[in-house]
């Protein structure tokens, strides 16, 4: 299985900040990755897909950028909604695996 | 409006079986894949399975071991997962899930609201 190691795991930031959260996979995804924003009770939101192409809807302040197997997904100017936990997934090779979650809380 | 809708939460017996399903409306339902994720209490997301109504593709993640049946009922619009003999290790959150792109297998966009399984003697 293609394991996505994402850091950190746990990211202190305040309202106006700018973050960024790292996936790398262990092996070549070709790109075939998703970023998914979730919230306590909520199911998954899809934010990125292709690495870096934004889901319609979703603001402009989320990019995601890719560099080979090490992937990053940036929220520039943090908001009060985007406090949550994010999730990288792969799904160029099965089993699709996702990383084990980076949870962005209030400094 | 796409909306994908699960069935409600259950509580059941280890050796039970068991079948929760995920009625899509509001686009095609024979031309997207659905996938199957499995959320354990205060964990991260596991992907389960993907299933293609068009073509009836099915493809599993191994770590399930055979233990769960992923299908699509095209004539209804629905899409299922089955337990035969559940364990208290099956207890989570279950959600299903839209591909992105129509007739491929890619990454969702749409989800269920989750159904929550709980399985205790």
């Known amino acids: 299985d293609i394991q996505m190691t994402q850091s950190p795991s746990t990211l202190s930031a305040s309202v106006g900040d700018r973050v960024t959260i790292t996936c790398r996979a262990s092996?070549?995804?070709?790109?075939?990755l998703a970023w998914y924003q979730q919230t306590p009770g909520e199911a998954p939101k899809l934010l990125i897909y292709l690495a870096s192409r934004l889901e319609t809807g979703v603001p402009s302040r989320f990019s995601g950028s890719a560099s080979g197997t090490e992937f990053s997904l940036t929220i520039s100017g943090l908001q009060p909604d985007d406090f949550a936990t994010y999730y990288c997934q792969q799904y160029n090779t099965y089993p699709w695996t996702f990383g084990q979650g980076t949870k962005v809380e209030i400094k | 409006e796409v909306q994908l809708v699960q069935s409600g939460a259950e509580v059941k017996k280890p050796g039970e079986s068991l079948k929760i399903s995920c009625k899509g409306s509001?686009?095609?339902?024979?031309?997207?894949?659905i996938g199957w994720v499995r959320q354990m209490p205060g964990k991260g997301l596991e992907w389960m399975g993907i299933v293609c109504p068009i073509d009836s593709f099915i493809q599993y993640n191994p770590s399930l071991q055979g233990r769960v049946t992923i299908s699509a009922e095209r004539s209804v619009g629905s899409a299922s997962l089955q337990w035969s003999s559940l364990k208290a290790s099956d207890s989570a959150m279950y959600y299903c899930?839209?591909?992105?792109?129509?007739?491929?297998?890619?990454?969702?966009?749409?989800w269920g609201q989750g159904t929550l399984v709980t399985v205790s003697a």
């Open positions: 092996q070549s995804v070709n790109n075939w």
């Open positions: 509001g686009y095609s339902f024979v031309s997207y894949c």
């Open positions: 899930a839209r591909s992105l792109v129509r007739g491929s297998a890619t990454a969702f966009d749409f």
